[in-house]
């Protein structure tokens, strides 16, 4: 049994007019007779009952008008579906975050894709160190990175959404909680807690900001996450230099300052240069606006690349 006969059964049933279903299949009206009398002699049943006024079905035909339907609507379904997932409108996502990036950026991520590309599913992980989103972006396991520059390695692709500053973490019955902005010298006695990992970009910006200011910090605890970190600070053991996105984790016991001196940090928006998946395209093209830093419209702001092996990142 062909689909194309499935249709013409369907066609005639609906109309009960051989003629009208042939125009409304734009075919001659013998070769549609011919091509039902075929499909009940496959079947062995008689589908219709045919006088010279109408056309009425049997209960065979009955039964197999409903089965019809019910295949054909499923064929224009899935008809649907690949030219929705060929067209990068259908299908699924996974993205990364580093840090506090799922914070202060998967809400707007989120509300664009709903908006633009309802029927694309985001699977999300979250708190992910850079180096292991370039290792799963290499290898195929992720689709996109939200993780903080610089990479290294001819593979990824990366356009940078945001510049950010660095912020003074302090437990809030410390000296410098009352103090609105902090110069990186004012840290010079204290007890740093660090992110754990030697490859941190937080951590190595903060390492620059005090030799520039005259000192190296004293690292007293080191944290495998931003909520471990301002956990540590809340419980007096330790000031730290933190990403300004840290403000969405508020937690009872920890003041933020401004610093007056300190470096910032990007955070960036990464993926495998040779990605062919249209669904990844079109989120792509989906967050260009909603995640342009600003600045970058005027300036002609464009993806960049790197062009030596990547080196892990927080």
């Known amino acids: 049994?062909?689909?194309?006969?499935?249709?013409?059964?369907?066609?005639?049933?609906?109309?009960?007019?051989?003629?009208?279903?042939?125009?409304?299949?734009?075919?001659?009206?013998?070769?549609?007779?011919?091509?039902?009398?075929?499909?009940?002699a496959e079947l062995g049943a008689a589908l219709f009952t045919r006088t010279t006024r109408q056309v009425a079905l049997t209960p065979a035909g009955e039964f197999l008008l409903g089965e019809a339907h019910r295949v054909l609507d499923t064929v224009e379904d899935s008809v649907r579906g690949v030219r929705r997932i060929s067209d990068g409108r259908l299908g699924q996502v996974r993205m990364g975050f580093t840090g506090t990036a799922a914070l202060s950026h998967l809400p707007r991520i989120a509300r664009r894709l709903q908006h633009e590309l309802p029927d694309v599913a985001l699977e999300?992980?979250?708190?992910?160190?850079?180096?292991?989103?370039?290792?799963?972006?290499?290898?195929?396991?992720?689709?996109?990175?939200?993780?903080?520059?610089?990479?290294?390695?001819?593979?990824?692709?990366?356009?940078?959404?945001?510049?950010?500053?660095?912020?003074?973490?302090?437990?809030?019955?410390?000296?410098?909680?009352?103090?609105?902005?902090?110069?990186?010298?004012?840290?010079?006695?204290?007890?740093?807690?660090?992110?754990?990992g030697r490859d941190s970009v937080v951590n190595t910006a903060v390492v620059r900001s005090c030799r520039a200011a005259g000192f190296s910090p004293q690292v007293a605890h080191e944290a495998s996450g931003t909520g471990v970190l301002l956990a540590l600070v809340a419980g007096g053991l330790g000031v730290a230099v933190v990403p300004a996105s840290a403000r969405a984790l508020p937690l009872a016991g920890v003041v933020f300052r401004e610093l007056a001196d300190a470096e910032t940090v990007e955070l960036a928006l990464a993926w495998r240069r040779d990605i062919d998946s249209p669904v990844v395209h079109s989120v792509l093209d989906a967050l260009a606006v909603t995640l342009a830093p600003e600045g970058a419209a005027a300036s002609g702001a464009a993806p960049t690349s790197n062009d030596e092996p990547v080196e892990a990142r927080r």
């Open 1 to 40: 049994m062909e689909l194309r006969h499935l249709r013409y059964f369907a066609t005639v049933a609906d109309t009960k007019h051989f003629g009208r279903a042939a125009e409304r299949l734009h075919m001659a009206q013998p070769a549609l007779s011919q091509a039902i009398r075929q499909l009940e």
């Open 124 to 196: 999300i992980h979250s708190d992910l160190l850079t180096s292991a989103q370039c290792d799963r972006l290499r290898a195929g396991s992720l689709d996109l990175g939200v993780l903080r520059p610089p990479l290294r390695g001819e593979q990824l692709d990366l356009r940078v959404l945001e510049v950010e500053s660095l912020i003074l973490a302090v437990p809030a019955d410390h000296r410098l909680a009352v103090e609105p902005i902090i110069a990186m010298a004012d840290l010079r006695a204290e007890g740093f807690i660090c992110y754990a």
